[in-house]
Nanobody, 124 residues
């Protein structure tokens, strides 16, 4: 089992920045990919960005790739999401996810473990 705990959400104005953190614990040696997803009441959970836990390679959705950066600290079992140039459309609950499968990609169902989520609200 892997446990994930997110932190760092909050209220920010348009154009501002936030950094989300995700602490992983448990059988972290099984992790292949870590990712961030987000969800609003009106939409299904959507992919934001991912990082290969071992190589550090990343992939991001087009809507965020010039504004958000995912990073990891393997020694601390931490994943971070640095968000900048935030816009109201980024308002959502952000979830950290972990997969023990190869090439999980952007598919929600491929991720085995999820955090409880942290709210990010961007005011206009």
């Amino acid at each position: 089992q892997v446990q994930l705990v997110e932190s760092g959400g909050g209220l920010v104005q348009t154009g501002g920045s936030l950094r989300l953190s995700c602490a992983a614990s448990g059988r972290t040696f099984n992790i292949y990919t870590m990712a961030w997803f987000r969800q609003t009441p009106e939409k299904e959970r959507e992919f934001v960005t991912l990082i290969n836990w071992r190589s550090g390679s990343t992939y991001s959705a087009d809507s965020v790739k010039d504004r958000f950066t995912i990073s990891r600290d393997n020694a601390k079992n931490m994943v971070y999401l640095q968000m900048s140039s935030l816009i109201p459309e980024d308002t959502a609950v952000y979830y950290c996810a972990a997969s023990i499968r190869f090439a999980s990609g952007v598919i929600t169902a491929n991720y085995n473990y999820w955090g409880q989520g942290t709210q990010v609200t961007v005011s206009s």
